[in-house]
Nanobody
Framework: QVQLVESGEGLVQAGASLRLSCAAS????????LGWFRQAPGREREFVAA????????YYANSVKGRFTISRDNAKNTVSLQMNSLKPEDTAVYYC????????????????WGQGTQVTVSS
């Protein structure tokens, strides 16, 4: 069992930055990939970014590439998402997720999920 707790909820203006963090606990040794997804009202959950727990290889959705950076701290069992140049279309609930197999951009590829944290970007 892996528990994930997100933090960093915020309301910011377009162009601002925000940093989300996700603290993992439990059987984190079984985790292969940590990812961030987001879900806006009326829309399906979509992939944002992922990082492999050991190698630190990163993957991004085209919509956030160049603006968002995912990183992990293995010693602290945390994964972060630095979000720069935020846009109103980035407004969503952001979820941290842990996968037990290889990297996936599909929500079905992740087994454990956090409760989500709200990010609101005003124009």
């Amino acid at each position: 069992q892996v528990q994930l707790v997100e933090s960093g909820e915020g309301l910011v203006q377009a162009g601002a930055s925000l940093r989300l963090s996700c603290a993992a606990s439990g059987r984190t040794s079984s985790t292969i990939t940590l990812g961030w997804f987001r879900q806006a009202p009326g829309r399906e959950r979509e992939f944002v970014a992922a990082i492999t727990w050991r190698g630190g290889n990163t993957y991004y959705a085209n919509s956030v590439k160049g603006r968002f950076t995912i990183s992990r701290d293995n010693a602290k069992n945390t994964v972060s998402l630095q979000m720069n140049s935020l846009k109103p279309e980035d407004t969503a609930v952001y979820y941290c997720a842990a996968g037990l197999v290889g990297v996936s951009t599909m929500a079905s590829g992740y087994y454990y999920w956090g409760q989500g944290t709200q990010v609101t970007v005003s124009s």
